[in-house]
């Protein structure tokens, strides 16, 4: 791992699905579609090994950038990016995609992301089968009826 923590969280970041990869004065820059937000690594060598981020929110580099924690940002932009490729049909489990998608940011960058999925189980799968399957509002009248309930 040659570059410092916030710039490899920054690379992750720009593989996501919402975001596009720049350059910029020689430096990799990740770009959020939706909205144009650039974030990059600071200059600062103390923030950077601290695997702070800068956000130029709208992508206006005019305005002071807000320094964020590179690390939790990219938990949220995981999210998304999961939500999208869920979507596309890339992943079909929301959590397992999550998981390893963590996993993979921690590989790739040092950094870890809180990840408070756990094992669900057996069970936790087979609803969620269901629910996909028979549809959430058919599924509850079918526990609705077994459990007696109107």
Known sequence: MSENISQRIVNFIAKLPHYDEEEMEGKY????????????????????????????????????PSVLIGSQIAALEIAEGVQIWVTMGEYKDHRKAYVHLAEHFAYKTGATIHCNYDDEGPLYSFLGDAVRTLGKDTLINILKSHMGMP
Do not use: H
């Open 29 to 64: 820059l990740a770009r959020r579609m939706t909205d144009g937000t650039v974030l990059m690594a600071p200059d600062e060598t103390e923030y950077c090994e601290s695997g702070l981020i800068n956000a130029y929110w709208q992508g206006d580099f005019s305005r002071k």
